[in-house]
């Protein structure tokens, strides 16, 4: 099992910026899913960035052009830069890494997002 922990969130203002960073227990140089999720109050769980072994990097539509995912494997850290920042992407954001096909998925506790005036 990975431990992941999330920092990054808190309050930001529509327009505005965060990086979320997400630091694994293990290594993440392998992997077969690896990124960001968040999940709205009354809303199912989404993906937001993900790295994935089999078809590259995959953005949410809404994402595209105004976050950025990115990892260091010497740090075991995964990075989500958000820039421009609206109301609708106020979530809980999660971090999720499953190293292979057939092992359990990680996740990680979350971090509050929340983009108001």
């Known amino acids: 099992q990975v431990r992941l922990v999330e920092s990054g969130g808190g309050l930001v203002q529509p327009g505005g910026s965060l990086r979320l960073s997400c630091v694994a227990s293990?290594?993440?140089?392998?992997?077969?899913?690896m990124g960001w999720y968040r999940q709205a109050p009354e809303k199912q769980r989404e993906v937001v960035a993900i790295?994935?072994?089999?078809?590259?990097?995959i953005y949410q539509d809404s994402a595209k052009g105004r976050f950025t995912i990115s990892r260091d494997n010497a740090k075991n850290t995964i990075y989500l830069q958000m820039n421009s920042l609206k109301s609708e992407d106020t979530a809980v954001y999660y971090c999720?890494?499953?190293?292979?096909?057939?092992?359990?998925?990680?996740w990680g506790q979350g971090t509050q997002v929340t983009v108001s005036a």
């Open positions: 999720y890494l499953k190293k292979n096909p057939l092992s359990p998925a990680n």
């Open positions: 790295f994935t072994s089999t078809q590259g990097t």
């Open positions: 293990g290594g993440i140089a392998s992997f077969h899913v």
